[in-house]
C-alpha cells in the first residue's frame, strides 16, 4: 500500500495548539505551537505508512483483501509516536438506512499489550471500501460508546 497522509495540520484553539507535520523518509517533524509553548519534534519511524488521519485509508485496506496493517501516528494530545494496526474482522451483512449492505468489519488497536484494553470497530462496504459505520469509545474509561454511521450518498 503506497504512503498517504505526508504533511498535516493541526490546530485547537481551547488548547492554545498549532501544530504541522511533515514525513521525510523515515522521520516525521512536528513543529508548531502546543499548549502555548513552541515545539519542535522529530520522531525517527521505520518503512510503515504513517497515517495520521488514519480512518481515511482503511477502504484501501479492504479492498486490498490483507489481513492486517500497521501504520504510524502522532498522538495530538501528547505528541508521542505510536504504532496503530488495524484487523480485517469479518465479512457480514448490515442493516443501514433501511438497506441490507454487504460489509468488511474492521478492528483498529495499538499493536502492542494496550490492544487488550482499547479498540475500535469500522464497518466498510465490501465491493469498494465506502466507510458505513463506526463503533468505539473516544475518550478516557467511562466514556460512552461513539457510533457514527453513513446516512446518505452524493
Known amino acids: 500500500m503506497k504512503r498517504c497522509h505526508e504533511y498535516w495540520e493541526y490546530h485547537n484553539q481551547e488548547q492554545d495548539t498549532e501544530l504541522t507535520a511533515e514525513r521525510s523518509n523515515d522521520s516525521i517533524t512536528v513543529r508548531g505551537r502546543f499548549e502555548g ?5 522529530e ?8 497515517f495520521q488521519a488514519w480512518r481515511l485509508p482503511f477502504g484501501q485496506f479492504v479492498l486490498s483483501g490483507e489481513a492486517k496493517l ?10 508521542k509516536e505510536c504504532i496503530m494496526v488495524v484487523l480485517r474482522e469479518k465479512e457480514e451483512t448490515i442493516r443501514l438506512n433501511g438497506e441490507n449492505i454487504e460489509a468488511v468489519k474492521v478492528k483498529v488497536t495499538l499493536n502492542n499489550w494496550m490492544s487488550k484494553f482499547w479498540s ?19 475518550g478516557p474509561p467511562g466514556t460512552p460508546v ?5 446516512k446518505c450518498e452524493i
Request: zero cysteines; hydrophobic letters at 40%; a positive charge.
Open 70 to 79: 500497521e501504520f504510524w501516528i502522532v498522538r495530538p494530545n501528547d505528541l
Open 37 to 41: 509553548k513552541e515545539v519542535k519534534k
Open 43 to 50: 520522531f525517527k519511524i521505520d518503512h510503515r505508512p504513517w
Open 146 to 150: 461513539t457510533i457514527m454511521e453513513l
Open 120 to 138: 475500535v470497530n469500522y464497518w466498510l462496504r465490501k465491493s469498494d471500501g465506502t466507510f458505513l459505520r463506526y463503533e468505539g469509545v473516544s
